[in-house]
């Protein structure tokens, strides 16, 4: 009786085996229908120019499942998302997380992007609860691409206050050898011009601020 269901063991796994690797009982089959449309026909495959100055790129991963995702965004100068790339490595929840999320992130400003969830993601793909952590990959790689599009911003707004400090004080020199002795005293908010007048001895006169 052991060795007849031993027997029946060792048939059963192997007939599991075989009809494993028929293309049409692909492992797909457990997946919802919109989870195989985007595996099938991932939407905005590729990569944007991470050195440009209006990219965000978001590279996360989860060392439980192996799963790597790297989404990219593209910013106008409106601030609206023009553009959104990913590529990712892991399973077809993953792959399909990764998609409908560059999907739905385009046409969206920065502000309106960072309002995706893993939930709505996850509701919208109808993951299994074992799948979860695929739609929460997503929403961090969004927010991952937004967070370094804020500091390349940020950056250009500091070399740009930068370079106009450097200009007012270039002025401020060509100033002082046109109208003789004065001082010039910025305040953080404004800058100040002291001028020597033989009359009514110092004036003040406000300029526009640098920033």
Known sequence: MATFSLRNTATSLLLFSRRSLIPGLSPLRSYHKKVVDHYENPRNVGSL?????????????????????????????NGKIVDAKFKTFGCGSAIASSSIATEWVKGKSVDEALKIKNT????ELCL???????????????????????????????????????????????AWETCGRGLYIYTGQQMLLLTSHS???????SLPSPQ
């Open 120 to 123: 709505d993601i996850a509701k």
């Open 128 to 174: 299994p609860p074992v799948k979860l952590h695929c739609s929460m990959l997503a929403e961090d790689a969004i927010r991952a691409a937004l967070s370094d599009y804020r500091i390349k911003q940020q950056d250009k707004e500091e070399k740009l206050v930068k370079a106009r400090r450097k200009l007012y004080s270039r002025r401020s020199t060509e």
């Open 199 to 205: 009359s009514t001895g110092l004036m003040k006169v």
């Open 49 to 77: 120019d991470k050195n440009s100055k209006n990219v965000g790129t978001g590279l996360v991963g989860a060392p439980a499942c192996g799963d790597v995702m790297k989404l990219q965004i593209q910013v106008d100068e």
